[in-house]
Every structure is written in C-alpha cells, then in structure tokens.
C-alpha cells in the first residue's frame, strides 16, 4: 500500500515562472493538505481540498492555487515565482470521516522546489 | 490564537542519556498538541498526540510527552537516546474547529556515540 507520493522530488524554476506540483493521497484518503516549509523552518498549512473543493486556506496570497480531481489526487500551483517561494512542500492526505487530524495525517516526502 | 514555542533550535546528547526537547504552548482552552519527527528526505511522522485523557502521553520509539496546564509546556523525552533518534522534531497545535496543524519552528536533536 503507497502512502504519499508527490511529484516531482525537486524542481528549479526562475523567477516570474510558474509551477505545478502534484500529490497522490494514500490509498482510502479523500482530504489533501498542502503545507510549505522554508529552509530551517516549520511547516506552514497553505490550504487543504475535499470533494475537489479548497475548505481551509492559510495566509498564502492568491498565486497560490489548487486542485482536487475525482480521484483525490492534488495539484498546487504557484504563479509568478517569487526567490521567496523556494521551500519544501509538503502534502498530507487524511480520511474526512474521522474526527480530528493531525494522528491521522499522512505526509509525503515532498517536492524541493528552488527560485532562482 | 494558538501557537507553540520551542525554546532550543539545536539539541546534543551523547547515545544512551536523556533527551529533552522544550515545548511552550498559547492557547485560550485544552488544545490538541503532537510532536512529530522529520529524517532527512522522509515524511513526517507522527510521535505522540495528546488528548484531555491522560497527561502523560506515551509515543512511538520509547518517546513521551507530558502536558502541564500549569506551565502550558508540552515537552518531549526519551530516557535514553538511540543514535536512530537524530532528526528534527516538531512540536504542532492544532486549532480547535481546524484541520490545520501549526508547527513550532523545529529542534534538530544530534546525538553523538
């Protein structure tokens, strides 16, 4: 059974660029979360799908966007890459039904993503 | 608004001594508080939860964590490190009514032989 998986590992863009990462939720998962971590940093929650729909968004401007197809798979996009958007990003898939989170969030590995 | 605190950025213990990671929490009620820990180009991974049930609250890999109201600290031990055990950990909050997590800003335990 797959946990997490994103795609890809890393990336290299330039500034002004734009960029698709994408998330595959652990089998049975319907709810993806996405998180951005600087370098030496915590992770921040960035927003979070469900049934192909954005429920939760942090304090991330619009250039940060998303997507949830049929199959809970996710996408995140980031328009007009700025130096300050390079950072490890984090997907996390849960199963809606269960009450709380954080004990029944899985995390992939992430994708490495540098501006330059 | 909720958040944590971790009081040490750097953390090094010799194998087999104790380890003690500092967590400080704000919070205007009971909060849901986690420890995760990060290897190098791994996921996340889910230590320990605290719920109103028990203050001691026992983990994965002989870690735990006890939650004092008093001190709003939720600190993270092990009696004895494994050199396994170097990673960074993430003490985390989670909101009431959310299903977002906020972390604190990480401790990078070493430990040496």
């Known amino acids: 059974d797959a946990g997490v998986t994103q795609s890809p590992t890393h990336l290299i863009k330039t500034r002004g660029q734009q960029v698709t990462l994408r998330c595959s939720p652990k089998s049975g998962h319907d709810t993806v979360s996405w998180y951005q971590q600087a370098l030496g940093q915590g992770p921040q929650f960035i927003f979070q799908y469900y049934e192909e729909e954005e429920r939760q968004r942090g304090n991330f401007p619009d250039r940060f966007s998303g997507h949830q197809f049929p199959n809970y798979s996710s996408e995140l996009n980031v328009n007009a890459l700025l130096l300050g958007d390079s950072a490890l990003y984090l997907c996390a898939s849960s199963l809606n039904w269960i009450a709380g989170v954080g004990e029944k969030l899985f995390f992939g590995s992430g994708t490495q993503l540098s501006v330059l | 608004a909720q958040s944590v605190t971790q009081l040490d950025s750097h953390v090094s213990v010799s194998e087999g001594t104790p380890v003690l990671l500092r967590c400080n929490y704000s919070s205007s009620y009971s909060p849901s508080l986690f420890w995760y820990v990060q290897h190098p180009n791994k996921g996340l991974q889910l230590l320990l939860k605290y719920t109103s049930a028990a203050t001691l609250v026992k983990g994965i890999n002989g870690f735990e964590a006890e939650f004092k109201k008093s001190e709003t600290s939720f600190h993270l031990t092990k009696p004895s490190a494994h050199m396994s055990d170097a990673a960074e950990y993430f003490c985390?909050?989670?909101?009431?009514?959310?299903?977002?997590?906020?972390f604190g800003t990480g401790t990078r335990l070493q430990v040496f032989p």
């Open positions: 985390v909050v989670n909101p009431a009514n959310t299903d977002k997590l906020i």
